[in-house]
């Protein structure tokens, strides 16, 4: 899908030494651009902004990057996995090792498919995505997982949207660790304003152009990889440490109704039951924050030290699954 990198072409200019640029500006020259960047931020009036271009794919990955992950993105017909289907997928295959350290983008691919029914107006406002660009398109099957048969973990920005289309797709993702870049970090706490990818990549330095798989795959890769210096690890880093963990999902069946809204403002979900969960509000937590939550249940909500609410542990093998 060359088309969907047009918005990467073209490289940035060299970057001059100091001496070389003091040289040109002596001999009355125009400002290279990055001379003329470094003159606006030096003002500390302006920030800017550069455009967002992918890494290189190699042919050889270096040593010292054993691990191996996908960047996910998809593009659907709607909301739910039950009834909707993916029209675009985008993966980017990359290495990475224990320290949490991204090393070689290996591989890319995007793929377009034809749903069974015609796309809404509003989700090719969404993405951009006509009738006419998918039609007679298949999503080649053969290379998605050639792609992620290897793979240690999956990573998409809202991974509780994008596991369930791509079970539905494949039963390779089944068996698969995932992550998600948007709920495991903690993205307040590194000075981010929000969650959203466009917050994220401005608030790295960069922009994109577009709402295409394959972009927003190389846009979310770049993010994670970025640090903000001063020793500060970038945030796949804490990422994969965070899909290392276990984590409990507790449900307070048979609560009483009057506590609902004291359930909700704690955190807790309603599941209705149609997804395969229990229908019953519900919360997850880290491992070693669930004593404190049933204590909290007994004691607040049941009234009742005996109350015995069901727990259901987690691994990223587990998580945002559509049925756990």
């Given at each position: 899908?060359t ?10 200019p ?26 606006l ?7 800017i ?8 794919i ?20 709607g ?11 985008g ?19 995007g ?21 006419a ?6 999503i080649?099957m053969?290379?998605?997982r ?18 369930p ?7 390779i ?17 590194r ?8 917050y994220l ?9 577009g709402?295409r ?17 001063d ?5 796949f ?17 048979n ?38 939550e ?31």
């Amino acid at each position: 899908m060359t088309s969907q990198l047009d918005m990467f072409s073209g490289n940035p200019p060299p970057r001059l030494s100091g001496a070389a640029s003091a040289h040109r500006q002596k001999a009355g020259a125009t400002p290279g651009e990055e001379d003329m960047v470094r003159m606006l931020e030096a003002t500390g009036r302006y920030q800017i902004l550069r455009k967002l271009a992918p890494r290189e794919i190699v042919a050889a990955a270096r040593p010292g990057y054993p691990l191996k992950g996908i960047i996910l993105d998809t593009e659907t017909t709607g909301l739910d996995a039950r009834k909707e289907e993916i029209i675009e997928i985008g993966l980017i295959a990359f290495t990475f090792n224990e320290g949490g350290e991204v090393g070689d983008v290996t591989a890319v691919y995007g793929g377009l498919q034809q749903p069974s029914t015609p796309i809404s107006e509003d989700i090719t406002r969404l993405t951009g995505i006509t009738d006419a660009m998918v039609r007679d398109q298949m999503i080649d099957m053969a290379v998605v997982r050639a792609l992620v048969e290897p793979a240690d973990l999956i990573i998409a920005h809202n991974a509780g949207f994008d596991r369930p289309f791509c079970e539905a797709l494949s039963p390779i993702f089944t068996r698969k660790a995932w992550a998600c870049s948007n709920s495991e970090i903690e993205w307040g706490m590194r000075g981010y304003e929000g969650t959203k990818l466009g917050y994220l990549i401005n608030q790295s330095g960069y922009f994109h152009v577009g709402h295409r798989a394959v972009d927003d795959c190389f846009a979310l890769l770049e993010v994670l990889a970025h640090s903000r210096g001063d020793g500060d690890r970038a945030p796949f880093a804490e990422l994969y440490e965070a899909s290392k963990q276990s984590r409990v999902r507790i449900f307070a069946e048979n609560s009483p109704f009057d506590q609902k809204d004291r359930l909700k403002a704690r955190g807790y979900r309603w599941s209705d039951g149609s997804d395969g969960r229990l229908k019953s509000w519900w919360i997850e937590v880290a491992e070693e924050a669930m004593e404190d939550e049933l204590r909290f249940l007994r004691s607040d909500i049941y009234h009742w030290d005996e109350a015995d609410p069901p727990v259901q542990r987690l691994t990223a093998f587990d998580r945002f699954r559509s049925r756990n």
